[in-house]
């Protein structure tokens, strides 16, 4: 168990991110912080005129204090300045704390502000320390450091100088040490507060790349970003689509003689697999309701070839849906149906969103496959005068389909499969 004084992450990784987080968040902080110091050291000058040492205190305040911390707020705005900002906090303090103690050792017997035996090194150390420790992340080891050397100088110089018999000096000295503790005890509450919502936000920000991530997997990715930024999807008109319906032959028997658990385990299997020559081919895999796998060319993804594409993946997913079937010691027989024909696609509703395909090309391919022939594709006639330089048909008839009326269809031939189908892993 670490003590409660560690901050660090115990994992490397998240440590560099944290300080990442950091740097983002805040390489900003020593522009403003070494202006501010900037501004009270000049400003303080006022006291120099009290002072019998006066010359020597201005010269000291605006010849050395005030260039170094100038040249500080230069290299600050750089790149390798904001790359190192704690650096150039760090730089900012201990100038300070130089600054600080040696104004007050010139001061010392010169005026009625005297020097270090008076409140006014606490008070400063406290207004420097609450500054850099409580809007910085600068690290607590570093606000620790600061204030053990600010309290050594502190004694170190008031027993070089002579004050200790001042009674008042060693009150003060007490006063730094409480302040030191405090303003370390504050930078390590505040960075333990910080290090906290780094990980909330980290959680957040992969909470947000897995919803988008499942948001892109169900919509298009276009259609993904307009929704997460909060506008309405119009649905788009599609001159040209290849649409294809595909179903498992007797599915109802099949389900009948096997439990829940088979039954999503083989039909999980056979779509998956369907998803990955789908994409292979360059077409666009739209739903599965129940048994029935809808797949569509031309669409969202494009495509001059369309039909020909569509019947190509017809005939692979019959031949996968056997070899499956073969290998799992069930039939599996596929009956297809594909039509050519215009469509809306688009996205509709606010709860189980999913970019789909209306129109009555879509209701005919439907058609067309629920009336087909086992293991067999059944074709309309305007797919048919596409694909015919290809393919044969085994029959030509004219059907009445249910909401549409008499239809001119045809049953292709079987064919074998396209060589570029993906090869199926062991485990499937």
Not at 68 to 93: F, K, N
Not at 137 to 154: D, K, M, N, Q
Not at 218 to 223: C, L, S, Y
């Amino acid at each position: 168990m670490r003590p409660p004084w560690h901050l660090a992450f115990p994992n490397p990784a998240e440590e560099r991110d944290y300080r990442t987080f950091c740097t983002r968040r805040y390489r900003d902080s020593p522009r403003w912080i070494t202006g501010v110091a900037i501004a009270a050291f000049g400003s303080f000058a006022y006291f120099d005129t009290l002072s019998t040492a006066a010359t020597t205190l201005l010269l000291a305040r605006f010849l050395l204090v005030v260039p170094l911390l100038a040249g500080i707020l230069a290299i600050s705005t750089t790149r390798w300045g904001r790359e190192r900002w704690v650096l150039c906090i760090d730089a900012t303090t201990q100038v300070s704390h130089a600054a600080i103690v040696g104004l007050m050792w010139l001061y010392e017997g010169t005026s009625t502000y005297n020097g270090l035996s008076t409140a006014a090194y606490p008070l400063n150390l406290a207004l420097l320390m609450a500054i850099v420790g409580s809007t910085t992340p600068i690290p607590v080891a570093h606000v620790a450091a600061h204030c053990v050397l600010a309290f050594a100088t502190y004694v170190l110089i008031g027993a070089t100088v002579g004050v200790f018999a001042n009674g008042e000096f060693m009150l003060y000295a007490f006063n730094v040490a409480a302040v030191a503790v405090a303003m370390t005890f504050a930078a390590w509450w505040r960075e333990r507060l910080l290090r906290a919502l780094f990980r909330e936000e980290s959680a957040l920000i992969i909470e947000r790349n897995t919803l988008s991530i499942v948001l892109s997997e169900i919509v298009p990715t276009e259609v993904a970003m307009s929704i997460k930024q909060g506008h309405k999807v119009p649905p788009q008109p599609f001159g040209e689509v290849a649409i294809l319906f595909a179903d498992i032959v007797g599915f109802t028997r099949l389900s009948a003689r096997m439990g829940p658990g088979h039954l999503v385990e083989v039909l999980d299997r056979l779509f998956s697999r369907f998803d990955a020559i789908a994409e292979s081919r360059g077409v666009e895999k739209v739903k599965t309701i129940g048994d029935s796998y809808m797949v569509v060319g031309g669409g969202r993804l494009g495509g001059a070839d369309c039909a020909h594409s569509i019947v190509d993946l017809g005939h692979t997913l019959i031949g996968e849906a056997r070899a499956m079937g073969a290998s799992m010691g069930i039939p599996l027989e596929m009956r297809v149906g594909v039509h050519l024909g215009s469509v809306i696609g688009g996205v509709i509703g606010r709860t189980r969103m999913a970019f789909d395909y209306w129109g009555e090309a879509v209701n005919l391919a439907s058609r067309l496959e629920s009336s087909g022939t086992p293991g067999r594709i059944h074709v309309s006639e305007q797919v048919w005068l596409r694909v015919r330089d290809r393919y044969r048909a085994e029959t030509e008839r004219t059907i009445e389909l249910k909401g549409i009326g008499a239809v001119l269809t045809y049953v292709l031939e079987p064919q074998s499969a396209p060589d570029d189908t993906p090869a199926m892993r062991a485990d499937e």
